[in-house]
């Protein structure tokens, strides 16, 4: 690592679906319940899978495809622009692929990533997926069906650990497009420094933030811009 390199800050971007939704992703339940008209239960957990794969393929196709024509948006472009200034690490709830596409070099998915496959067998067998389909009957390098590379309802967080080990070495940490009050954000939270700085960007008037948060009301599009150039122009 470049001398450079080592002086810089550490800075964590915590993201959620709040930032993909400005981008038109719907990438949770809405009020409703419904995940594009479907119950969770139907197309986002183990069960699903074993009752009706092709349901379950069809879902995450449809929403693959969303992906793929979706765009990056401001708060997207200012997380890539933070790398200028400081060692900045995303992590993300968001499965989709915004955060490479406008730069961002350090992604770290929580919930996996619905541009690749793995193993319905072998969880660490990962491929990318060419196009924006998985079929029935396309299977890995050892004869099981490929599944999306996404951790549903009822599975565990092999990434957890991993975000946690970063969120701890933060100077900075950044919280946008989910709130503290939402698990695993406010776990992360709790691995933090105490001398870090915390930022919260929400543009819910109503959200109950800690003593020791900055909270910034605004959407992430606004909010992180504002703050990325609040951060880049002050010294380190």
């Not at 993909?20 to 809405?30: K, L, N, P, V």
């Not at 990318?128 to 004869?143: F, N, V």
């Not at 957890?160 to 100077?171: H, L, Q, V």
Request: negative net charge; aromatic residues 6%.
């Amino acid at each position: 690592m470049s001398q450079k390199a080592r002086q810089m800050k550490r800075l964590v971007i915590f993201s959620g679906a709040g930032i993909s939704a400005e981008s038109g992703i719907r990438t949770f339940r809405g009020s409703d319940g419904l995940w594009e008209n479907h119950a969770i239960e139907e197309v986002a957990t183990p069960q699903a899978w074993q009752r009706d794969p092709d349901l379950v393929l069809r879902f995450y196709n449809e929403r693959r495809k969303q992906v793929i024509d979706a765009q990056p948006n401001k708060a997207h472009y200012a997380c890539a622009d933070l790398q200028k200034s400081f060692d900045t690490n995303v992590i993300t709830q968001n499965i989709d692929d915004l955060h490479e596409r406008a730069g961002s070099r350090q992604v770290l998915h929580l919930h996996g990533e619905i541009r690749k496959a793995r193993s319905s067998l072998r969880d660490d067998l990962i491929l990318d997926i060419e196009g924006s389909e998985i079929k029935r009957g396309e299977l890995c390098p050892q004869g099981a069906q490929l599944r999306p590379h996404v951790v549903w309802f009822g599975e565990a967080v092999p990434m957890m650990e991993p975000a946690f080990e970063i969120s701890a070495k933060a100077d900075i940490f950044v919280v946008v497009g989910t709130s503290l009050n939402v698990y695993p954000a406010a776990g992360l939270l709790f691995h933090t420094r105490p001398d870090c700085e915390v930022y919260l960007i929400d543009p819910d008037p109503n959200i109950s933030v800690p003593d020791h948060v900055t909270y910034i009301n605004e959407k992430a599009s606004t909010g992180l811009p504002k703050l990325a150039s609040i951060l880049l122009e002050r010294p380190n």
